[in-house]
C-alpha cells in the first residue's frame, strides 16, 4: 500500500536560516508528488509538484523539492525561511485509484 | 470565484443531531473527494467520486453519507453526530492525468464541533 512518511512532527528554524522538510514515500512506482502548506485555520494550499522530468522542481512562495528515486524521498527546502512560513507542511503522493495520501504533517515555527 | 467553496466554514451541533456539508467546485474536475483532519492535523480520506459516481469508501462509519447530484457538488451528510466526529471536514477536487490524481484544490474545510 502506499504511503507517506514525514519523519519531523515539528522543527524550529530562525528567520533568515535554511530549511529542510523531509519526506519519504512508499509505492510500486513513480507516483505523483505534492507538498501543501497550511496555515492556521485554513484550507491547504498547494506548494509544488511533481510529476515527472526534471527532478528539481520549483514552487510558490520560494519553496523547492528534490526527487530522490534511489532514497524514495522528495524534501522541501527553502534558502531563506520568513517568519510567515510558519505554518504545517505536508507531503502527499497520488496513486493510481486512490485519493492523494497524506503525511502527518511537519509544523514549521520561525524564532526571530 | 473560490474554486472549491464549502458551507457552513462552522458547525457546532449537538450529539444525536442531523447535519449536512456542502461543497461545490467550479473548476472542472471529474473528482471529488472528502477528508477528514482530527486534532493531531493528519488528513485521512474518506470519499472519492469520479462522476458522481463513488470511487473510495474508506473505512467511514455509515452514519456518514455522501451525495453527489452531479459532478460539480459532493455533500456530506452525517447522522446520529457523536462526540468523536468533532474534527474538520475538508473538500477538495482534482483531475486524472494519466490514471493518477494531479493535485487536488482544497476548500477551506468546515470545523464541526460535536458538543
Known amino acids: 500500500a502506499q504511503s507517506v512518511t514525514q519523519p519531523d512532527i515539528h522543527i524550529t528554524v530562525s528567520e533568515g536560516a535554511s530549511l529542510e522538510l523531509r519526506c519519504n514515500y512508499s509505492y510500486g512506482a513513480t507516483p505523483y508528488l505534492f507538498w501543501y502548506v497550511q496555515s492556521p485555520g485554513q484550507g491547504l494550499q498547494l506548494l509544488l509538484k511533481y510529476f515527472s522530468g526534471d527532478t528539481l522542481v520549483q514552487g510558490i512562495k520560494g519553496f523547492e523539492a528534490e526527487f530522490k528515486r534511489s532514497q524514495s524521498s522528495f524534501n522541501l527546502r527553502k534558502p531563506s525561511v520568513h517568519w510567515s512560513d510558519a505554518a504545517e507542511y505536508f507531503c502527499?503522493?497520488?496513486?493510481?485509484?486512490?485519493?492523494?495520501?497524506f503525511g502527518k504533517g511537519t509544523t514549521l515555527s520561525v524564532s526571530s | 470565484d473560490t474554486a472549491v467553496s464549502q458551507t457552513p466554514k462552522y458547525l457546532v451541533t449537538q450529539m444525536g443531531n442531523d447535519k449536512s456539508i456542502k461543497c461545490e467546485q467550479n473548476?472542472?474536475?471529474?473528482?471529488m473527494y472528502w477528508y477528514k483532519q482530527d486534532s493531531k492535523k493528519f488528513l485521512k480520506i474518506m470519499f472519492s467520486?469520479?462522476?458522481?459516481?463513488?470511487?473510495i469508501n474508506e473505512t467511514v462509519p455509515n452514519r456518514f453519507s455522501p451525495k453527489s447530484p452531479d459532478k460539480a457538488h459532493l455533500n456530506l451528510h452525517i447522522n446520529s453526530l457523536e462526540l468523536g466526529d468533532s474534527a474538520v471536514y475538508f473538500c477538495?477536487?482534482?483531475?486524472?492525468?494519466?490514471?493518477?490524481?494531479?493535485?487536488?484544490?482544497f476548500g477551506q474545510g468546515t470545523r464541526l464541533t460535536v458538543v
Open positions: 502527499a503522493v497520488g496513486a493510481a485509484g486512490t485519493a492523494l495520501i
Open positions: 473548476l472542472g474536475h471529474d473528482t
Open positions: 467520486y469520479n462522476n458522481k459516481e463513488l470511487i
Open positions: 477538495a477536487s482534482s483531475r486524472l492525468q494519466g490514471g493518477l490524481n494531479t493535485e487536488a484544490f
